[in-house]
């Protein structure tokens, strides 16, 4: 299986490694440990106050910056135009890199006027601060409205066996665009579902690789696992050499809770 979606002409790396709740040396030494592992996509936000660190990280890996795609995401507190691009120069200053690939709004708000907050990042965009924009925990109808509006390529919204997105990936294969799938193990969760070990046993795989597996055979998504744990963050990779049958993409894809 192809390891990168083709959104908007540029691959991106399915498989993107989540820093949320690391801090500190965990969070730098996780991200520095991933990507010397073969990670290439990174998730974090200025909410997680880990940026600086997983600044350090990355060039701890000393992997060249365009190997990597590097997503942050602006607060809410931020999501004024102006307050915006200045967010974004924060968040690029504590990266300590000179583009961010996708910028996310991390959440919507009620006061929020999409418009001018979408146009505020394609104008970051257009000064090659951010190479993508993208929004996170929208709704499939403010998602669709969000990409009338312009280039945005991704929603990250919370997607594993037990929350399904099934009108979210609708709209993303419509535009042909890309669901990030966060929170994909539920927290963890799906290493104890019987029925998920049960599907992995003829594969030689784990519960967790199986539900990564089916998110990625969905098409349109990509999957942000956060493990801080080396034996985690490995076995999160190796889902490259198998493939689910319809059959059993069917049998996860009915599992309701
Ligand atoms: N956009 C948003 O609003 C939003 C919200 C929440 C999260 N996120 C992003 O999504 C990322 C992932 O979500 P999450 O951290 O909430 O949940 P998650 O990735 O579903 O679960 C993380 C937990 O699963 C464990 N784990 C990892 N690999 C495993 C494996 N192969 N087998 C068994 N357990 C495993 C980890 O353990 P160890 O750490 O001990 O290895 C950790 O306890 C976050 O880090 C963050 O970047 C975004």
């Not at 102006?82 to 009620?110: C, F, Q």
Request: aromatic share 8%.
């Amino acid at each position: 299986m192809e390891k990168h979606l083709l959104i908007d002409n540029v691959k991106i790396p399915m498989l993107g490694l989540g820093t949320w709740p690391m801090s500190g040396k965990e969070c730098s030494d996780t991200v520095a440990a991933a990507i010397n592992m073969g990670y290439r996509h990174l998730d974090t936000a200025q909410n997680y106050h880990n940026e600086t660190e997983v600044g350090e990280g990355i060039r701890k890996s000393n992997t060249a910056r365009d190997e990597l795609f590097i997503v942050t995401k602006v607060s809410t507190r931020n999501l004024e135009p102006g307050l915006l691009a200045r967010a974004a120069e924060e968040s690029l200053g504590k990266l300590k890199i000179d583009y961010i690939d996708l910028l996310l709004i991390h959440w919507p708000t009620a006061d929020m006027i999409l418009e001018e907050t979408l146009d505020a990042m394609f104008r970051l965009r257009e000064q090659g601060k951010i190479r993508h924009a993208g929004v996170s925990n929208f709704s499939p109808a403010l998602f669709r409205e969000a990409l009338d509006q312009g280039p945005v390529i991704c929603n990250q919204v919370e997607f594993s066996p037990y929350k399904k997105q099934e009108d979210n990936l609708a709209v993303a294969r419509e535009f042909n665009v890309m669901i990030t799938a966060y929170t994909p193990l539920a927290n963890g969760k799906v290493s104890r579902d019987i029925r998920l070990k049960e599907i992995g046993k003829s594969y030689e795989k784990s519960a967790a690789q199986v539900t990564l597996r089916w998110l990625l055979q969905l098409g349109n998504v990509s999957v942000i696992p956060k493990a801080s744990s080396i034996q985690h963050l490995k076995e999160n990779l190796e889902i490259f050499d198998f493939e689910l049958s319809r059959e059993d993409i069917k049998k996860i894809s009915e599992i309701r809770y």
